[in-house]
């Protein structure tokens, strides 16, 4: 057996695709809908990013607001620029690049960002509307992990699903989508403190791998014919590469093909639905959807 590959590419990409569609209908109501992006200092990888999301924006005919700040910026002024983006009508969404310096208060960064603009699903008013089923801004990972499901066609109703890694941002808000009724699949979260994990995840008709270590989901961890949903990304040094190295999940992708039904490559898996999920906050931001 080898397991269906799920392009996350292709379906970003189709949804980019409707969301720039749907941008040019709001245009022509005269709403421009327009991201606030702030960097604070210059990690590359948190440069990558931005520019990446920058693209992505200006290719569905958003416009972005760049807010960069040297990474020695205190946190009155960075919470000061916050209080005016979100009274800047001109600006739907306000997205902080993470991590920042461990001078400045993430939490604190978070919550003082407007809920209605908070189009990374962070706020804690945001986390507390998808614990109580109210709509509201998701996470773009796990809001990225569910549309992939669907898209591929992926069994969800009644199914087992376990996630491994229960971190704000990926999979305590997952298991929560994946548990609510338009998907009602039994969740099992699994964490360091997680004794025989192969226990569970050879149960699981859906596997998802949310734990930044490398090849730590290996075939014999798998059941026969489960959705495998590989969320992490890891460099892992090359020296084939230019870069000096490679990305990689946390799934042995080789192994896990011979056994999985469905499988999510990395790259090119769940990291491109992030982008395309952060853009439908954005111009959900714009529409108000969420006010
Ligand atoms: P994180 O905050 O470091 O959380 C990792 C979680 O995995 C923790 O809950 C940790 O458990 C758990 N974990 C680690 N090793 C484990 C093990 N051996 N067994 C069981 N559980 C284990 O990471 P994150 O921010 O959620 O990100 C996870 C991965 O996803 C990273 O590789 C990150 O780069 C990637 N990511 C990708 C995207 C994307 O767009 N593709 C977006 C976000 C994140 P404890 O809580 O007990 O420590």
Do not use: W
Not at 11 to 40: N, Y
Not at 65 to 93: F, K, M, Q
Not at 160 to 172: C, D, E, L, Q, W
Request: aromatic residues 4%.
């Amino acid at each position: 057996m080898s397991a269906r590959i799920i392009d996350g590419f292709a379906i970003a990409q189709k949804i980019r695709g409707q969301t720039a569609l749907e941008v040019s209908a709001l245009k022509e109501k005269g709403i421009h809908p327009c991201l606030a992006v702030i960097l604070v200092g210059e990690n590359p990888a948190s440069v990558s990013y931005v520019s990446a999301k920058k693209k992505a924006l200006a290719e569905a005919g958003m416009a972005d607001r760049s807010v960069n700040l040297p990474c020695g910026v205190n946190e009155a002024e960075l919470l000061g620029i916050i209080a005016d983006l979100n009274r800047d009508t001109s600006v739907h969404g306000i997205l902080v690049q993470l991590p920042l310096p461990s001078h400045i208060d993430e939490q604190k960064v978070i919550a003082a960002i407007a809920p209605e603009k908070d189009v990374d699903g962070f706020h804690p008013v945001n986390a507390g509307k998808l614990l109580i089923g109210q709509t509201g801004f998701v996470p773009c990972t796990p809001y990225g992990v569910t549309v992939l499901l669907k898209e591929a066609g992926v069994p969800t109703d009644g199914a087992y699903a376990v996630v491994v890694g229960r971190s704000n941002i990926v999979g305590k808000p997952l298991a929560l989508l994946l548990a609510r009724k338009d998907i009602n699949a039994t969740v099992t979260l699994c964490h360091t403190g997680t004794k025989n994990l192969a226990s569970f995840t050879r149960s699981a008709d859906i596997l998802v791998a949310a734990m930044g270590r490398p090849n730590s989901i290996t075939a014999d961890m798998i059941k026969p014919g489960a959705a495998v949903i590989d969320v992490g990304v890891n460099r892992i040094s090359d020296n084939t590469k230019k870069s000096g190295f490679r990305l990689t999940g946390d799934v042995d992708f080789e192994a896990a093909l011979d056994i999985a039904g469905f499988i999510t490559p990395v790259p090119k898996g769940v990291g491109p639905m992030t982008i395309a999920m952060l853009l439908r906050n954005t111009l959900h931001a714009a529409q108000g959807s969420f006010k």
